[in-house]
Structures are given as C-alpha cells and as structure tokens.
C-alpha cells in the first residue's frame, strides 16, 4: 500500500528557509518518479518541481528556480524541498506525489498516482 506522510511546513519570514519532507512506503523512492506541488488560495495546483533519481532527471518550476532543491534520500525512503529565500508568493498548500516505478515525469498532475495530505507554507512579509 502506497503512502506519502509530508512534513516540515510553517510560517517564516520572507528570506527565510524551510525543508519539505515526504516519506514514502510501499515503493522505492530511487525507482519512481517523485513530485511536489503547490495550490495557493483560489489557484490551480501547480507543478513546484520534480526528480527522477535513477537517470539524474529533475526539474524546478521557474518561480522557484535557484531557490528551491528537490532531492531523495534512498535510505531513508523519502524526498525533501529544501526552500530557500521564501517569497510571500510561495504562500501555498504544498503536496508530494508520485509515478510509482515510472521514470517519465510530468508536470501533470493527473499523471500522479498517489498523493500526500498537503503540509501549509506561509510567508510573510
């Protein structure tokens, strides 16, 4: 059985950082395309970023870019968003999702089988 548990989100300043966690059970987090989105209020959900850890392959939302990694420890089964130089733009519910055994990652986010509870980021000013 398929489970994603986030955590790590809260309420900073802007310039300040936070880490995402998503643990994973019921697959292996280094075979399956992984991914994190957001939804602001009254917004559509969209696509933060996304890792492939097998082939390397990542991608990060232009927003975001240069401020936000992805990453996965193997280990530990679980991937991160480390968040840095927050913006009160990021403000957003914040949900990981994953392509079981799937190493094309989309920025769809019907294309994601399975999806945590959310973990809320606030940023203010």
């Known amino acids: 059985q398929v489970q994603l548990v986030e955590s790590g989100g809260g309420s900073v300043q802007a310039g300040g950082s936070l880490r995402l966690s998503c643990a994973a059970s019921g697959y292996l987090v280094r075979l399956s395309c992984m991914g994190w989105f957001r939804q602001a209020p009254g917004k559509e959900r969209e696509a933060v970023a996304y890792i492939y850890s097998g082939g390397g392959n990542t991608y990060y939302a232009d927003s975001v870019k240069g401020r936000f990694t992805i990453s996965q420890d193997n280990a530990k089964n679980t991937m991160y968003l480390q968040m840095n130089n927050l913006k009160p733009e990021d403000t957003a519910m914040y949900y990981c999702?994953?392509?079981?055994?799937?190493?094309?990652?989309?920025?769809?986010?019907?294309?994601?089988?399975?999806w945590g509870q959310g973990t809320q980021v606030t940023v203010s000013s």
């Open positions: 999702a994953v392509r079981p055994y799937r190493s094309s990652c989309t920025l769809v986010r019907s294309d994601y089988d399975y």
